[in-house]
Each structure stands twice: as C-alpha cells, then as structure tokens.
C-alpha cells in the first residue's frame, strides 16, 4: 500500500513537471509577449522592462531560472498585476475557488447519486422521464448561459419579494456561496445522474442481487448496501477528475457573480499572456489534479477491496 | 435500456423510502457544510457589502470596479480603472473640474511661458499622514516616473519636461531632469522645447506627486496595499482585499474641506460581465451601470435615469503603410475609402448605443479654438461614391501593375464586436470592389505583436486620449511615433505635427490640426469607424458623478446623495 502510493507520488511529480515544462515553452513560442501594451514603448524603456523581468536572457536559461524558483516554491511576480506575486494571488484567490468548487463538487455527487438511484428505481416511469430530461438540458446548457439566466431569476425574484432574499452577486457570506455553486456543479450532477443510472440498472440485473434476494435479505439492505454501494464505484472514479474539473472551471460563474475565485486569473492570465501568473496557475491547478486523482484511486481502494490487491 | 427489468413494487417502495431517508441526511450534511465553509470563507476577509446602492444613513454609494486595478504607483499606473482610483485619491498640480476644466489643485496658482512653467503649490495641502505635499513630492515623483530603473511605460509623457528623454534613455543623470523645487511651495520647470499644452499634461497620473521618504520605506511595494500608499485627494483608500473589494473614505486633511460630500464609496464588487453589473444594479446593490444595446428597451420601459457620454476612443481601420504592401499605393486606399459608409456600419451593423459614426481621427468632443475642433475644421469626409472608387481601383492596378488583388489580410480582435466589424468589411469590398479580404482574428497581446511587426494589411485599431488636447491624437501618424504601427511617412504631416507641438498661438494650432485632419482623409491614411460612445443608467438619488474622455471616469469627488 505504502509502496504504492509512494509510486504514485512520484509519477505524479513527473508528470507535473511535464506539464511545467510544456506549458513554459508552449507560452514562451506564441507570437507577442506581456511587455507588449496598447502604448508602444521606446527600444530603451523596453529594454529596461526585459531586464527587470529577466526576458532578455535566452529561452532555455529563464526555464532553468524559473524551474529552480518553482523548486523553492517562488512563482514570480505578475506582469498585469504588477505589484502581486503569483504566490499571493494563489494563496487568496484559491480558496474562494476551492470552497466554491467543494460546495459544487458535494452538490454534483450527492446529486447525481441520489437523482441516479431515483431514475434507476423508477426505470421508464414518471420521475424517470422528467429527470431524465432535465439531465439533457443540465449537459448541453452552457454553464455561462446557465448562471446568467439564473442571475436573472435571483433578480426577479428578489424584485416580486421586495427584499433581497439571496444576493446576485459577491462574495462572503454562506448565501452568496449557495446559488453560483449550484450552477457550477449542474453540469457534472447531470452527469454523475447518468453514469449513476446506467451503472445501477447493470447491478440490478447482476447474480449477486438475484442472490441477496433469495436468500432473503431486507429490501433496505440490499438496496443500501448491494445496489448502492456497488454502483457508487464509477461515480466515485469521475469525482476526482470532476473536482479538479469544477475548481479550475469557475471562470465563468467568478465573473458573472463577481467572485474573486482563482479562475479569472487562470483565464485572463493567457489573454494577457501574463508569463508568471500562466505558469503559477497552471503549475498548481496540475498539482491539484494530479492530487486529486491520486486521492481517488487510494479511495477506489478502500471501497472496492478488489483494486488493492492489483 | 432495452431490456425492462421486472420489479416487486414493495421493493421499489421500500427501497425509496431508504432513498428519501439518505437525501435528507444529504440536505443536511450540506447545511452542515456551508456552515463551515461560510466560516472558513470569513477567515479569506473578502465580504462583498450586502448594503443598497445608495446608503443615506452611513452617505456611502456603492459601486464596481471592472478590474482590480493594475497599478496604483503613480510613475508606472497606465490603465484606466487604475486612473479612476488614482483619481479619488491622490491630487497633482491640477485636475479637471466637473465640467471638465482645469481647475487648481495643489497647485494655487500657475503660469506656463514659452520655455517653461511655474507653480505656486497652496500651503494647506497635506498627505494623510499630516506631513505637508511640498514642491519637492513632485520632483521625487517626475523623476521616479522617468528613472530607467522604474522602465515606466508612460515616461514618455515627461519627455515635455528639459533632459527628460535622454534621462530615459539613461543618457543623462537624473539630477538633470528641468525641474527644481525653489522653496516647499514653487515649483519651476523648463521645458525640452515650446510648448503651449504643459497645463494639460500635469493633469495626468504620472505627474502626480510621490514623496520619497514613504516611496522608499515600502522597498518597492509603493500602491501595492492600502497601507503602502500615501494620499492627498479627496478620498482615502481605508481597506483593499485584492480581486474583491475596495473601499473609500473620506480625507479629513484634504485642503478642500467642501469638495468631497460623500462619506464613504464601497468598490464592492470586481466584475467586467456587463449582464452581471445590469443585475446588481435592478437588485438596488450598485449605483450605475452600463447598458448594452439589448437592454435600451427595457430601460426605457422601467424609466430608469439613461445617460450617454463618449468615452474619448476612436476607432478605426489602419493600413500597412509598409513598402510592398498593396495598402502602400494611395489609390488603393482611396478605393477602400470610398467603399465604405460609416454610418451604415453604426446605425444598421453593429447598432451599439451611444455610437457615433467616424469621419476623423479628431473625436467631436475635443475643443478648438472657441468651441469645438470638429466644429472649427469640419471633417468634409468623402460620401460612399462606389463608382469613384471603382476607378481608383484600376488606377490601382494600373500602377502596381496587376490585373487581381491577392486577398488582404484584416487584422481583428477577438470580441464579438470586432467580428462583426470585420465581417461587414470583407462583404462590403467584395461585394463593391471585388476584393478577397482574409480576417486573420487575434487574441489582444498577438493583435499588437503583428502590428508591431507589420504582419498586416489592415487593423482595427483604436485610440484613446492620454490628455484634453488634440495633440494627444494629432501626433499618432508622425514618423517618429512609435504608435504609427502602420508606419505612414508623410513629411508634410510631420511638419504640421511640429507645428502643432510647439506653437504658442491657439489659432495656429487648431488650423495645424485641421490640416493634419485633411492629410488624414485625402491620403486615406486610416478609414475611421465610429467614436466610442457609453450608455449608462444611475441611481436616482446619486447625483453629481462625472463621466469623462480624459482624467478620472467615473468620478465620485463631486457626488452626493439626494434624499
């Protein structure tokens, strides 16, 4: 067990580097650079600029200068946001992120399994039809067109009322979270709601059930402890890639209720090909995926004991 | 699912009734969680004010930002919401008044001669440590912004001031620089060459005042915190929480004890999704915003306060005028020119609010003489004439000594409206002149670096004024200007630019920008698109914030609440 987690850890470094490595020289090759403004500026003011950041020493030097600062856990300071290091706006803005993010990713999985097990129990029935369909809309909507329409509806609804009943925008207080994290883990629950579903009709069908049953254990127990749990397996594999998925995608629901998550400057970051922010975020939402998967496999084990024995 | 699985309903009964049981400890667990997670996102500090947009009881507004902002170090800040905040905050020698005049501020009185300026600094003007804002705190600040070290991108805006240039360029020492601080409270300059429009420029941010004891206890942090900047204007910044919020209170040492009415204004949100700011404001959670076209209606119906102002920008297509680009022959150019209809782009294309169509690189709101530039020296932009253009095209071919075009490359951004924009050219000049155009659509950074690098044949390209003289447009297409990123070269031009520059009389200014207005459009040097124009809704009960081209926009100094 030990041995191979400490496996795992170690691809995971490598392939975190990898990704350091790809993106640094991938960003460093797109035409343009962070020193390009809308005022153009004269050869020596420019040129003042490249010192101070470094740019005018050869390519394969700044990675060798940046690898090591990464190594020491420095990031750099921002080109657009010139008086912050990359490490600040990492360390204030991932958590917003992250409580977003986990708040969504607990949406998204208690959702799709409950909404999963629902529709599989209700097979071809009423529940099933309507949720079904609502899983359709929940996976083709865009989540942009999704969180502003339901921006919309916070403002009507506060509008009949005459008080606002949840905010419909900003950030700080458990209502402000409520709304936005709904909409960003929509995606995934109808998602999960699928996989949930087809992977509890598969179980229903199985021998073990038929088994359970002869041999006439309670309804209850079958359900909680055969059905569900077995089904449970491929959900819980998704969830890892899920939450790294939901964490680094909420630059669209930061933006249109102006929360001061980490995503807006994962994505501004490449417009403005703002070099040290591109790679500090990058850098570190890798980790956090790499991480997280690493974290679903060990707990694939733990609830599958089969997986362990590999 | 094909195959129907046969069920005992006291199975599917029994087993929901479980499924019900689980979904409430689910609804709770999830209570349970934000709870948590509502403390744990107190301990990050960023709450957004749940207060109304207009709070009479505490006199506060509260509004957005678009961004967080920049750079807030005077020398270095280049951005626009970082010169909105600047705006509130910190007071050079003058600024402009709501009516968009120059009006005193540290400065109590000037004058500005051929060769140089004076400034009599007032004795009551003071930092919001206490400390007086004294001759010496512009020095410092002039000369920060012109250090090579500091690598500022806007020290060209000194370069009016003797040595400046060549102490940016590290020629000279920085003691050399024009300027001297002949007591706490008068300032002297000399200028590099005559110069009729200094007044004007010591309005902008990087003239303003940094006094070097505070600059250099920050260890170069100085505007990166609340706390690492110093303050003379009107308001104070009393907390940042970056990316979040930014709040302002009121400066009890500002000289001007009437100006400031406000309180306090709450910065609480940072957003630059226009739908979301549009939503904030009809909760009654911010005191303006900016309407798009699909929201005139609406507003209109609800009665909102709707006001328009241009925001300063012009816009418009540049050509390569680089040798071997076909967009270098005149007639070609001509052809474009008259192929194109402006005002169709405006009022039947793009159909923003607020837009006006272009006829010149001189935006309307620019004064002249008396009144208006535009007014003074009409633009006379040619009509679409399709047959007129048909036959500079051949005249064209005819020079170059081609019978076909090959296809033009249209430099374009990547927002929707700079689609669209490029899409009615390439129909309208296949469709009038039969020319193939390739839009080759850029992210910003990529847009700049092929122009730059003269990758092109035409751009959209804008402009926006750095301070309220025509000259802050006039000089774009100079030779020597480094924004003449299609790098015409006209020596009549340049010599009216020279003109312009250093003229001390007002009439010969103005005739020298008409004639570089007629140059612009008898040489079809750019083909203008339309003048940026910002519809906008207020609070009823906010009155006094002023929107403007040049300086701090929006302004709140003036504001206050009506009850």
């Avoid at chain 2, 942090?221 to 709040?247: C, M, Q, R, T």
């Amino acid at each position: 067990m030990w041995q191979y987690t400490l496996k795992r850890l170690i691809q995971g470094v490598i392939t975190v580097w990898f990704i350091a490595t790809a993106t640094f020289f991938a960003m460093h090759n797109v035409p343009g650079d962070p020193l390009i403004n809308d005022r153009s500026v004269t050869e020596d003011i420019r040129a003042n600029l490249e010192e101070k950041y470094g740019l005018n020493k050869p390519i394969v030097d700044q990675y060798f200068i940046y690898m090591g600062n990464i190594l020491r856990g420095d990031f750099g300071i921002s080109f657009t946001q010139e008086n912050r290091l990359v490490n600040d706006i990492i360390r204030e803005h991932f958590p917003v992120s992250a409580i977003l993010g986990i708040l969504a990713v607990v949406f998204a999985g208690l959702g799709g399994v409950l909404w999963g097990a629902l529709t599989a129990l209700y097979r071809n029935r009423l529940p099933d039809v309507v949720i079904m369909f609502l899983v359709i809309l929940g996976i083709s909507v865009p989540s942009f067109v999704v969180a502003a329409l339901a921006q919309l509806a916070l403002v009507n609804v506060n509008d009949v009322l005459g008080f606002s009943l949840l905010p419909v925008a900003g950030w700080g207080t458990i209502w402000h979270m409520l709304v936005p994290s709904m909409v960003l883990g929509l995606g995934t629950m109808a998602y999960l709601t699928r996989l949930m579903r087809s992977s509890m009709l598969e179980i229903v069908n199985s021998d073990f059930i038929r088994t359970a049953k002869a041999k006439g254990l309670p309804p209850t127990k079958i359900f909680t402890s055969h059905q569900l749990r077995n089904a449970i397996l491929p959900v819980i594999t998704v969830l890892g890639p899920s939450i790294a998925a939901i964490t680094t995608g909420g630059f669209v629901v930061e933006l249109v209720f102006a929360i001061p998550g980490l995503g807006r400057y994962f994505v501004q970051a490449v417009q403005q090909l703002d070099y040290t922010v591109i790679m500090g975020t990058t850098v570190f939402y890798g980790a956090f995926l790499v991480f997280m998967v690493i974290v679903v496999d060990l707990l694939y084990g733990w609830i599958d004991p089969r997986v362990r024995l590999e | 699912m094909s195959e129907v699985v046969p069920s005992e309903d006291s199975f599917t009964s029994a087993a929901g009734k479980q499924l019900l049981i689980f979904a409430a400890l689910a609804f709770g667990g999830i209570a349970l969680l934000m709870l948590g997670l509502s403390w744990a996102s107190s301990l990050t500090g960023s709450a957004s004010g749940g207060n109304n947009a207009v709070d009479v009881a505490s006199n506060t507004i509260t509004v957005f930002l678009r961004e967080e902002p920049p750079q807030l170090n005077s020398s270095l800040s280049t951005d626009q919401v970082s010169g909105s905040v600047l705006g509130h905050v910190i007071e050079g020698l003058l600024r402009y008044d709501e009516n968009n005049r120059l009006a005193p501020a540290v400065a109590e009185r000037w004058e500005v001669r051929e060769n140089g300026a004076t400034f009599w600094l007032r004795e009551d003007a003071r930092w919001s440590d206490g400390e007086p804002v004294t001759a010496h705190d512009f020095v410092f600040g002039w000369k920060t912004g012109l250090d090579p070290a500091n690598a500022s991108e806007y020290a060209f805006i000194l370069y009016a001031i003797k040595n400046g240039e060549a102490i940016n360029k590290g020629e000279m020492p920085l003691e050399s620089l024009g300027v001297r601080a002949i007591d706490d409270h008068t300032l002297e300059v000399e200028f590099e060459r005559p110069l009729a429009y200094f007044d004007k420029l010591v309005a902008f941010s990087t003239y303003a005042p940094i006094r070097e004891d505070f600059y250099r206890a920050t260890q170069g942090a100085y505007g990166a915190d609340a706390d690492k900047l110093l303050y003379n204007g009107p308001f104070v910044i009393s907390s940042w929480v970056h990316g979040a919020s930014l709040k302002m209170d009121r400066n009890p040492l500002y000289w001007d004890k009437d100006r400031a009415k406000l309180d306090a204004i709450d910065f609480a949100y940072i957003t630059s999704d226009a739908n979301a700011t549009l939503n904030l404001f009809k909760d009654n959670k911010i005191a303006y915003a900016s309407l798009q076209s699909e929201n005139l209606n609406n507003a209109m119906e609800l009665r909102w306060q709707i006001d328009r102002f241009m925001d300063g920008s012009v816009f418009y297509i540049e050509f390569n005028h680089r040798e071997g680009r076909p967009t270098a022959n005149h007639h070609l150019r001509k052809a474009l020119q008259l192929a194109t209809d402006s005002a169709e782009l405006v009022y039947k294309v793009t159909k923003l609010p607020g837009y006006l169509p272009g006829e010149s690189l001189f935006p309307v709101w620019l004064k002249g003489v008396d009144g208006f530039l535009r007014e003074e020296y009409p633009a006379n932009y040619p009509a679409m004439d399709v047959e007129k253009a048909r036959w500079h095209l051949a005249k064209a071919k005819e020079e170059l000594g081609i019978d076909e075009f090959p296809p033009l490359v249209l430099l374009s951004g990547d927002n929707p409206i700079s689609s669209i924009q490029s899409e009615y050219y390439q129909q309208v000049f296949k469709k009038h002149l039969g020319l193939d155009i390739k839009i080759d659509k850029q992210i910003f950074k990529q847009r700049l670096a092929k122009m730059l690098s003269g990758d092109f044949d035409m751009v959209l390209a804008g402009w926006g004024p750095d301070y309220d003289d025509p000259l802050t447009f006039g000089d774009l297409f100079a030779s020597w200007n480094l924004n003449n990123r299609g790098q015409y070269r006209n020596p009549e031009l340049d010599k009216w630019v020279r003109v312009a520059q250093n003229e001390q009389d007002v009439q010969a200014r103005m005739d020298a920008f008409g004639e570089i207005q007629r140059i612009l459009i008898d040489d079809a040097v750019i083909l203008p698109n339309y003048e940026r124009g910002v519809t906008y809704v207020t609070h009823p009960q906010l009155k006094g914030m002023v929107r403007r081209a040049v300086g701090a926009d929006p302004d709140f100094t003036n504001a206050w609440i009506e009850e």
